[in-house]
């Protein structure tokens, strides 16, 4: 009762939220523009965060109230205001605050970067949430020392931006919420810690409620209140988890790897061919399924399935010992491995087809056309795929003649 009731309090209310929200007359409208990095066309609302952050605390004060009339002899907050959970709802919070002020009328990198920083070394030092060592199966734990402080601050940072970076396509970013934080409350509800199976199962829910809007074709997106606040709750209760020892570290990487991954390996990329990072862009793995053809609710379905699939195999890592754990790992990143193959794939085959596509629409006209049968010219270099093109006089010049 404690959670269930509030649960459906968090679906219900976020669905119908998020609907007032798509709405032309809301007093919160905040429009998400078409830009070089997004994959929409048209203008869309993107403040469906709020719709999501207001359903948890909500949910989370229904929690509160169920438990001082059922058990009026526990108290709600063990520790008063020095409780760990108001801290991190309360960073969660001002993480919020600053992000949807940037959603309305923009504010500083500078500014954000800071407030991010400060809501970090509240979970940090307030909390006491850090990741002192990372496991490695089978061997010593790499101690991390005195850089456990400056790793769990630039871990959440970086959970709170790549959430922001992920958040591009119709239902992704409130999908992996539903998904993740849903994987989260299990692992809380194993472990036996109300704290984390309250609000991962509410996240989880005001996700879902939010999904039935922003499934594609999308009627609303999170917004940076939204993606980040999501983003820094996100590592938070990763850091709780692991302090607590309801999973091992690589856990929650595996849960979350679908986002965590490609914006990672991205960034890389994208850093060794010395690109600006801060400019848009449409590099991701997801964004180059879409433009290579995928529709955005093909593509969202996909990754739905991998990241059910990444959660079962974080369950079986959780579960197995070190020896199957190496196993597990490895089979982890072999499918991340062909899934980078497959998008490759997508993306030549894309090009091939937009290279007929553009030679055959000219054959009306008298102008090239495409024959894959003729040779190159001498001092001509086709590429990979490609095909030479001739015009319709020509191709005839070339036939053999009976």
Not at 173 to 195: D, Q
Not at 381 to 393: A, I, L, W
Request: with cysteine; glycine share 10%; hydrophobic share 50%.
């Amino acid at each position: 009762m404690m959670v269930i009731l509030p649960a459906i309090i968090a679906f219900a209310f976020a669905w119908w939220l998020t609907g007032r929200l798509c709405s032309p007359r809301s007093f919160f409208l905040i429009l998400d523009h078409p830009n070089d990095r997004t994959l929409h066309h048209m203008p869309t609302p993107r403040n469906g965060g709020l719709a999501i952050v207001t359903s948890v605390v909500i949910s989370l004060l229904a929690a509160a109230s169920v438990v001082a009339i059922l058990r009026p002899s526990v108290p709600v907050l063990p520790k008063g205001l020095a409780s760990g959970s108001l801290w991190i709802v309360a960073s969660m919070l001002l993480v919020f605050v600053i992000s949807f002020v940037d959603d309305w009328i923009g504010l500083p990198a500078s500014l954000r970067f800071a407030i991010q920083t400060a809501a970090a070394l509240i979970i940090i030092g307030g909390v006491g949430l850090t990741l002192s060592s990372i496991p490695i199966p089978g061997g010593q734990n790499i101690q991390l020392g005195w850089m456990a402080g400056p790793v769990s601050a630039i871990f959440l940072l970086w959970m709170a931006n790549l959430y922001n970076f992920m958040d591009g396509m119709d239902g992704f970013a409130g999908g992996m919420t539903a998904i993740g934080f849903g994987f989260l409350a299990y692992f809380g509800w194993e472990a036996g810690s109300p704290v984390m199976l309250m609000i991962a199962t509410f996240v989880a829910m005001s996700a879902l409620g939010f999904l039935v809007h922003n499934f594609p074709p999308a009627r609303i997106f999170m917004g940076d209140a939204g993606s980040i606040t999501v983003g820094f709750l996100g590592g938070a209760l990763i850091l709780l988890g692991v302090r607590d020892g309801m999973f091992d570290f690589w856990v929650p990487i595996i849960l979350f790897s679908p986002f965590i991954l490609d914006a990672t390996v991205t960034l890389i990329r994208r850093a060794l061919r010395f690109e600006k990072l801060w400019e848009a862009h449409r590099e991701h793995y997801y964004q180059r399924v879409v433009l290579s053809g995928w529709s955005h609710r093909r593509t969202v379905i996909a990754e739905y399935a991998i990241m059910v699939l990444c959660g079962g195999l974080a369950i079986l890592y959780q579960n197995a010992t070190d020896g199957k754990r190496w196993v597990i790992l490895a089979t982890w990143l072999m499918m991340f491995l062909s899934i980078g193959g497959m998008v490759k794939m997508l993306e030549q085959r894309s090009k091939r087809k937009g290279l007929h596509a553009s030679c055959a629409s000219h054959v009306t006209t008298g102008t090239p056309t495409c024959n894959p049968l003729t040779t190159a010219s001498p001092g001509v270099v086709r590429g990979e795929g490609e095909e030479e093109c001739t015009s319709p006089q020509e191709e005839r010049a070339t036939m053999p003649r009976l």
